[in-house]
């Protein structure tokens, strides 16, 4: 059983910049993919970003490309997310997900509780 725990979220005002990290035990983390998913209020959870277990590849939503870099240390078990010029649609709740498969069709298996991002206007 994998356990991921979230940090690094807050406010920010729009046009700044934040780091997300994902910190991942109970299980072999440079076997997994990884990947970030956000949740707007009253919207549905979607992808945002994902990565490779050994980083070679990486997959961003059209929305964050070119502002968000998805990264992995596996000698720290924990997966980044940095996120600059953040406007008020990136707003919502961060969560880290662990799965398994190739990079481009990934089933998430293990979630985080999540990690608030908000970005004032």
């Known amino acids: 059983q994998v356990q991921l725990v979230e940090s690094g979220g807050g406010l920010v005002q729009a046009g700044g910049s934040l780091r997300l990290s994902c910190v991942a035990s109970?299980?072999?983390?440079?076997?997994?993919?990884m990947g970030w998913f956000r949740q707007a209020p009253g919207k549905e959870r979607e992808f945002v970003a994902a990565i490779s277990w050994n980083g070679g590849s990486t997959y961003y939503a059209d929305s964050v490309k070119g502002r968000f870099t998805i990264s992995r240390d596996n000698a720290k078990n924990t997966v980044y997310l940095q996120m600059n010029s953040l406007n008020a649609d990136d707003t919502g709740a961060y969560y880290c997900?662990?799965?398994?498969?190739?990079?481009?069709?990934?089933?998430?298996?293990?979630w985080g509780q999540g990690t608030q991002v908000t970005v004032s206007s």
């Open positions: 997900a662990a799965g398994w498969g190739s990079i481009s069709n990934v089933q998430w298996d293990y």
């Open positions: 109970g299980g072999t983390f440079s076997a997994y993919p």
